[in-house]
């Protein structure tokens, strides 16, 4: 049995068709598992400065709803609360900013760093 509708790429290469690259998802899921827009200047994924504030803030958008995440004096560290809330609303569809890190408190990292 083969991927019904359009597949998604793991590694983020619409041109990577094989086979143990593809998996089905949804279009949330679809949504979910995307790299950061052109126009990033921040570097990070869910990251942008607060001019008003002077601080950066992150930021998620699930279910098309914009959900602020807090502001921060860091942008890294802004980057992984970004990180930490997009790995619990997509789980393995989430692309992380920090994928090596992914070890927050109650869990282990399947990557074993």
């Given at each position: 049995m083969g991927i019904v509708g359009a597949p998604d790429h793991k590694d983020l290469d619409g041109l990577n068709n094989r086979v143990d690259n593809l998996r089905q998802a949804d279009d949330h899921q679809q949504g979910a598992h995307r790299g950061r827009f052109a126009n990033n200047t921040s570097?990070?994924?869910?990251?942008?400065?607060?001019?008003?504030?002077?601080?950066?803030?992150?930021?998620?958008?699930?279910?098309?709803?914009?959900?602020?995440?807090?502001?921060?004096?860091?942008?890294?560290?802004?980057?992984?609360?970004?990180?930490?809330?997009?790995?619990?609303?997509?789980?393995?569809?989430a692309v992380l900013n920090f994928p090596a890190e992914r070890c927050w408190p109650g869990e282990s990292n399947p990557q074993g760093r």
């Open positions: 570097g990070h994924k869910g990251v942008s400065w607060l001019k008003t504030a002077g601080k950066w803030q992150a930021y998620i958008t699930v279910a098309r709803k914009r959900r602020h995440l807090g502001l921060f004096e860091d942008k890294i560290e802004a980057a992984k609360a970004y990180d930490r809330a997009a790995f619990e609303a997509w789980g393995e569809f």
